[in-house]
């Protein structure tokens, strides 16, 4: 690289800026949440964000400071997800053109916490992907994605094309003879968002196979990239539940196996068997009885729980091995 093309790369990186995003989430009932930021005129969420600064030590740091400005939410679990940087990313407001990079947080409560603020709300993650909740049988909209996406693998130009093309639709969403991944949910997005089956394409201008009309509408909008933000958070999280305990980081102190297993589907968006899930959480030693009592739904006293925090000096990486008790209706 010559000496011009390199003070051309550093004039350009600082055009930069860089922005920290998070994807706040609980578990209320059985329904899971996110904490959004609504707009103005209500025409498309957020996610808590705020622009890294020079007075944050870390990043961290920085996101848990404008998480509590916005929302008035401390956070506890954070963990890092993926850094953001589509070329169409651009910084609101801004004179000129400043790329944003994007560094997307998940964060994990115990409880939907009041709304301290008038901009602030907990939606249904359900509420952005509809197509992701199989608890009540196959999404119906996924009826008329199904349609678009086969006639998107027809209008390849050749058979090399089709085949791809047809190979991804039956990997994303569980076509053919290929079961569905609940981990999937970036890739279908993606998909979605390439062939200009969701807003967001027609929005950023981006090159589409369809026309505006023909986008799934359910679906509620977010701004800028953070649809795509929140996918991944929700990818991560169906991921994790599998093979660590941070699903107790969503539960109360003591809970029941019926309050932890509808926590477990509602993130997954799938049922489950109940005895097996019993089964595989008590033989790892992941749950221990309080001695105590709850009333049931039906006025039955259900035994009232708590996480065994010794499990992770026992076995330093405890798995639940979940994927063996999650099913499709």
């Given at each position: 690289?010559s000496v011009?093309?390199?003070?051309?790369?550093?004039?350009?990186?600082?055009?930069l800026?860089?922005?920290?995003?998070?994807?706040?989430v609980?578990?209320t009932?059985?329904?899971?949440?996110?904490l959004?930021i609504?707009?103005?005129?209500d025409?498309?969420?957020?996610?808590?964000?705020?622009?890294?600064e020079?007075?944050h030590?870390?990043?961290?740091?920085?996101?848990?400071?404008?998480?509590?400005?916005?929302t008035h939410?401390?956070?506890?679990y954070?963990?890092?997800?993926?850094?953001?940087?589509?070329?169409?990313r651009?910084?609101?407001g801004?004179n000129?053109?400043?790329?944003m990079?994007?560094?997307?947080?998940?964060?994990l409560?115990?409880e939907?916490?009041p709304?301290?603020t008038?901009?602030?709300?907990?939606?249904?993650?359900?509420?952005y992907?509809?197509w992701?909740?199989?608890?009540?049988?196959?999404p119906?909209?996924?009826?008329?994605?199904?349609?678009q996406?086969?006639?998107w693998v027809?209008?390849?130009?050749?058979?090399?094309?089709?085949?791809?093309?047809?190979?991804?639709?039956?990997?994303?969403?569980?076509?053919?003879?290929?079961r569905?991944?609940?981990e999937r949910?970036l890739e279908?997005?993606?998909?979605?968002?390439?062939?200009g089956?969701v807003?967001?394409?027609?929005?950023?201008?981006?090159?589409a196979w369809?026309?505006?009309?023909?986008?799934?509408?359910?679906?509620?909008?977010?701004?800028?990239d953070?649809?795509?933000?929140?996918?991944?958070a929700?990818a991560?999280?169906?991921?994790?539940?599998?093979?660590?305990?941070?699903?107790?980081?969503?539960?109360?102190?003591?809970?029941t196996?019926?309050?932890?297993?509808?926590?477990?589907?509602a993130?997954a968006?799938?049922?489950?068997?109940?005895s097996?899930?019993?089964?595989?959480?008590?033989?790892?030693?992941?749950?221990?009885?309080t001695?105590?009592?709850s009333?049931?739904?039906?006025?039955?006293?259900?035994?009232l729980?708590?996480?065994r925090?010794?499990?992770?000096?026992?076995?330093?990486?405890?798995?639940?091995r979940?994927?063996?008790a999650?099913?499709?209706k």
């Amino acid at each position: 690289m010559s000496v011009r093309t390199q003070q051309q790369a550093i004039a350009a990186s600082r055009e930069l800026a860089v922005d920290l995003s998070a994807v706040i989430v609980c578990v209320t009932g059985d329904q899971p949440q996110i904490l959004a930021i609504r707009s103005e005129n209500d025409a498309a969420d957020a996610l808590a964000s705020g622009p890294l600064e020079s007075r944050h030590r870390t990043l961290e740091a920085g996101l848990r400071s404008w998480v509590e400005s916005q929302t008035h939410q401390c956070l506890g679990y954070v963990e890092q997800l993926y850094t953001f940087g589509d070329r169409n990313r651009m910084v609101v407001g801004s004179n000129r053109r400043v790329r944003m990079l994007s560094i997307g947080y998940l964060a994990l409560v115990r409880e939907a916490r009041p709304e301290n603020t008038s901009n602030t709300v907990w939606r249904n993650w359900y509420q952005y992907f509809p197509w992701e909740d199989w608890r009540s049988g196959k999404p119906a909209v996924l009826a008329r994605i199904e349609r678009q996406l086969r006639s998107w693998v027809a209008d390849a130009e050749g058979a090399g094309d089709r085949r791809a093309r047809a190979e991804r639709v039956r990997a994303c969403f569980g076509l053919g003879n290929i079961r569905w991944s609940d981990e999937r949910v970036l890739e279908r997005y993606e998909l979605l968002y390439e062939i200009g089956l969701v807003p967001e394409t027609h929005r950023d201008r981006a090159p589409a196979w369809c026309s505006a009309d023909d986008v799934i509408k359910e679906g509620a909008l977010m701004i800028a990239d953070h649809r795509r933000v929140l996918a991944t958070a929700i990818a991560r999280l169906r991921g994790k539940i599998k093979y660590r305990p941070v699903v107790f980081e969503l539960m109360p102190p003591t809970f029941t196996f019926l309050n932890l297993q509808q926590a477990v589907e509602a993130l997954a968006g799938l049922l489950m068997h109940k005895s097996n899930f019993r089964r595989l959480v008590e033989s790892q030693g992941l749950v221990e009885d309080t001695g105590e009592v709850s009333a049931g739904a039906a006025g039955r006293p259900a035994r009232l729980l708590r996480y065994r925090h010794d499990i992770l000096l026992e076995r330093p990486v405890p798995g639940a091995r979940l994927p063996q008790a999650l099913r499709g209706k």
